[in-house]
């Protein structure tokens, strides 16, 4: 029970304290991580919507229906 409940070593440090060290210790690399992350957050979010979008409307587009514009065809 004793070793669950002790903190770990400084030396093995976790996960927060890791990105800590990588990401958050200079200003100039914070700030870069922040906009590239929001940029490819931006680029997720909007290739999912577009892709949600495309699969529902699939032969309801004004470009799947093929006889729009067309004169209808008397016999």
């Known amino acids: 029970m004793e070793s669950i409940l002790k ?4 030396k093995n440090g976790g996960f927060y304290e890791s ?5 958050m210790r200079r200003n100039s690399v914070y700030v870069t991580v922040i906009i590239i992350g929001a ?7 909007d290739y999912g919507v577009k892709t949600l979008w495309e699969n529902n409307n699939k032969g309801k587009r004004y470009e799947d229906i093929s006889v729009l514009g067309q004169r209808p065809v008397e016999e």
């Open 7 to 10: 903190k770990p070593s400084p």
């Open 19 to 23: 990105a800590y060290k990588l990401f």
């Open 39 to 45: 940029f490819a957050g931006e680029r997720a979010v």
